[in-house]
């Protein structure tokens, strides 16, 4: 928030600069600074630092910080010369004990009020009054809505002759509730970040613990072996120390990007709180714009409340750990964590379905290594989406086999072309997104699965067989070893020879469909 004003070494050279026009020049690159204080970068105006809004309230705590250390450091402000002794309420001027005498002398200000500089110390205000950069002998008294500046009433009457202004005191509840509505927006913000850093704090003691607990179980486990178990138990320590320091660097990382906000956030929101609070109504609408604009960047600011590292570390003593010098060693910490990329999906029905049947396939999770997950609790994401209608998903089951397996199972209303995605945190799986066929539902035989037309209908003339055979004497229907049978069992309806495949018959074929029925013996 500082960033956005001049220090007060600055302030008593251009006060009232920020008011001034600017002159056409030639295009010239943007110039920006960085607040030291805020780090928040701040583009130079083009009348340069000078130009740069005017903090008026840092200027009345250096004029009271200069008053509680004995006046050293104010010189008068007719003069110039001499250290001021009394302040004039009237013209809000301090000067020193000529110039004091010299103001009562004049007539126009004989009777203005005269105050000790020492009967100042436990004042909280008194700056200087704002004067119109245009007309110095003004003081800012009005606002121009139209500018969105203060004016004064020499201002009014010639450049801002037409344009709306009122004075400060009836605006500055508009604009002053304006700013309050933003710092409203802001302060949610700090509560959001501090409630991060605990848990941060709480989940690095976590990690501390938890280290602590697996390097102790590491070293009981150990005891038992020589030299062999010695050197493996130190490459576990040394693995579980690289777990940490990953961990923790990422955790520190995090704190310190949200600790970086959170100072910035305090500081705009501090700032604003004192302006609102401490600063007069001129004062807040000259800061207004800066205050606005700052506030309006941090409440954009994106940050995860969330830690993004866990202290999942556990240490398994019965998981075999390979050989170390010819020995058998056991025990193995394991951080594993699935890799998508890495996943694999199985299952006849992955590419193809029929509507109103379930359909099912199965997800295979791997670590980066390709080696199975071995554990379930992945949160694993399944969509399926028709192809022409995708605001219409299909409902889906995702059950967790705890062994690094997934079933997957879904019902398709309609037949159609479907998408299917399957992700584990946030990112698709080996083969994800690909299409399924669902076709219309199985269709079921309306006939017989018969040897011949003559067996299964007990020898009636008029039964008919999809196979196209006939018998000699009348018969319509297929025999054994007459013309047209295909030698082995088929359906009547169809003629197809598989007893569980789908019936083929299409109402409206040249053989009616009540002729390639037949009676069962």
């Known amino acids: 928030m500082h960033g956005a004003f001049q220090s007060p070494q600055t302030l008593a050279f251009s006060e009232g600069s920020i008011f001034q026009e600017l002159k056409p020049c030639s295009l010239q690159p943007q110039i920006s600074i960085l607040c030291p204080v805020c780090d928040a970068q701040v583009d130079l105006p083009m009348g340069g630092v000078k130009a740069l809004t005017i903090d008026h309230l840092a200027m009345n705590d250096v004029m009271l910080e200069s008053l509680r250390g004995e006046g050293q450091g104010l010189v008068c402000d007719l003069c ?21 005498q010299a103001h009562r002398r004049q007539r126009k200000t004989t009777h203005h009020t005269m105050v000790d500089l020492k009967d100042l110390k436990g004042y909280s205000q008194i700056g200087k009054p704002i004067l119109c950069p245009a007309h110095p002998a003004e003081e800012l008294r009005l606002f121009c ?65 938890r280290v602590e607990a697996v390097a102790a179980d590491v070293r009981t486990f150990s005891e038992g072996y020589i030299k062999a178990i010695k050197e493996h ?36 929101v501090e700032f604003t709180e004192h302006l609102l609070t401490s600063g007069s109504d001129l004062e807040i609408l000259i800061t207004k714009g800066v205050v606005v604009d700052r506030l309006r960047k941090l409440n954009e600011v ?45 299952g006849e029905d992955l590419h193809k379905a029929r509507e109103k049947q379930t359909a099912s396939f199965t997800l295979l999770c791997k670590d980066a290594m390709g080696e199975s997950m071995g554990r379930g609790g992945d949160n694993v994401q399944v969509a399926v989406v028709p192809k022409d209608k995708k605001d219409s998903p299909v409902r889906t089951m995702v059950q967790d086999n705890k062994d690094g397996t997934y079933c997957v199972s879904y019902t398709p209303k309609e037949p159609g072309i479907y998408t299917v995605w399957v992700c584990i945190k946030e990112q698709h799986v080996q083969g994800s997104p690909f299409t399924v066929t669902v076709r219309r539902k199985h269709r079921l035989h309306t006939g017989i699965f018969h040897c011949c037309t003559f067996c299964s209908s007990g020898g009636q003339k008029t039964a008919r067989c999809a196979c196209g055979g006939t018998m000699p004497g009348g018969y319509l229907g297929c025999g054994h070893g007459h013309k047209g049978h295909p030698g082995r069992p088929h359906w009547s309806c169809c003629g197809k020879f598989n007893e569980k495949s789908e019936c083929t018959w299409v109402g409206g074929q040249s053989t009616p469909r009540s002729l390639l029925r037949t009676v069962a013996l």
Do not use: W
């Not at 110039?80 to 004091?100: I, P």
């Not at 009836?170 to 002053?176: R, S, T």
């Not at 202290?311 to 394991?334: M, Q, R, W």
């Open 80 to 100: 110039s010369d001499r250290e001021v002794e009394k302040r004039c309420q009237t013209c809000k001027a301090n000067l020193c004990h000529f110039c004091c």
């Open 302 to 346: 994106e940050y995860s409340a969330r830690p993004k590292v866990n202290d999942k570390i556990c240490f398994s003593p019965k998981e075999k750990a390979g050989l170390c010098h010819g020995y058998e060693v056991y025990g193995t910490i394991n951080t594993k964590e699935v890799d998508p990329a890495k996943c694999v999906l199985q």
């Open 145 to 209: 809505e139209l500018c969105d500046r203060p004016v004064c009433r020499d201002c009014v009457v010639g450049e801002h002759r037409e344009h709306p202004c009122d004075f400060t005191s009836n605006v500055i509840h508009k604009h002053g509730d304006s700013v309050r509505e933003l710092l409203k927006g802001t302060q949610p913000h700090v509560e959001a970040l501090e409630e991060a850093l605990d848990q941060i704090k709480r989940i690095n003691s976590a990690l501390q613990e």
């Open 233 to 268: 138990r130190d490459k576990l320590l040394k693995q579980l120390e690289d777990i940490r320091v990953h961990k923790e660097n990422s955790l520190q990382l995090q704190k310190a990007q949200l600790e970086q906000l959170l100072a910035d956030m305090r500081t705009g």
